[in-house]
């Protein structure tokens, strides 16, 4: 079983940016998609950016022209840059691992919240 471990939430201004960071335990986290995935309060849990082992991205339109996501298999670690941040970008973001391009795979991290406003 595989452990995610989010970094790098907090309080950001709208406009501002936040770079999340996700580590992974174990050998095989080049093998597989990497997501960072969302959820509001009082909304469900939403798809906000994938990346398959050999590179391939897949982003919400929410998420397009804003956020990149990126991967650094040698370190077992995943990014989410995120920029020109919204109130609306609220919520806890979620690192998970094993998927598809649009469907989450069954290993979460705990989350890192992040909270824009002014």
């Known amino acids: 079983q595989v452990q995610l471990v989010e970094s790098g939430g907090g309080l950001v201004q709208p406009g501002g940016s936040l770079r999340l960071s996700c580590a992974a335990s174990?050998?095989?986290?080049?093998?597989?998609?990497m997501g960072w995935y969302r959820q509001a309060p009082g909304k469900q849990r939403e798809l906000v950016a994938t990346?398959?082992?050999?590179?391939?991205?897949t982003y919400a339109d929410s998420a397009k022209g804003r956020f990149t996501i990126s991967r650094d298999n040698a370190k077992n670690t995943g990014h989410l840059q995120m920029s020109s941040l919204k109130p609306e970008d609220t919520a806890v973001y979620y690192c998970?691992?094993?998927?598809?391009?649009?469907?989450?795979?069954?290993?979460w991290g705990q989350g890192t919240q992040v909270t824009v406003s002014s």
């Open positions: 998970n691992v094993g998927g598809s391009r649009n469907i989450p795979g069954p290993n």
């Open positions: 990346i398959t082992s050999g590179g391939s991205t």
């Open positions: 174990g050998s095989f986290f080049s093998l597989w998609t």
